[in-house]
């Protein structure tokens, strides 16, 4: 079977620093993330996406993936912590806890 391929497209300046709209191939809206190849993984295994497919990602309007592809489940458990000295690394990612009375 084929990967899920995400398209990031442009990027936005937000409060909490750049965030990129991603689609699906087909248009298809994901949302705006940080980290879209985690966030995207995530938010498809939300919607019920077999954690088992493999998932690429293409910069809009180019011809070819950004990485080999890899599986949804695997993407899903990471994100990315950007550091104060200016450092990012991969680390496991972990639901924020919801706060009594704040609606997401």
Do not use: C
Not at 11 to 26: A, F, K, N, P
Not at 75 to 83: F, G, K, M, V, Y
């Amino acid at each position: 079977m084929d990967p899920i391929r995400i398209i990031i497209h442009e990027s936005r300046s937000m409060t909490h620093g750049q965030r990129h709209r991603v689609t699906l191939e087909d248009g298809t809206e994901l949302g705006w993330y940080r980290f879209p190849l985690y966030d995207a993984a995530r938010a498809l295994q939300e919607r019920g996406v077999d954690p088992d497919r493999t998932l690429t990602t293409r910069w809009v309007g180019s011809p070819y993936d950004n990485f080999m592809p890899a599986k949804i489940g695997h993407l899903a458990r990471w994100t990315i912590s950007e550091r104060h000295s200016g450092d990012s690394t991969r680390e496991r990612w972990h639901p924020r806890p919801v706060l009594e009375g704040k609606s997401s």
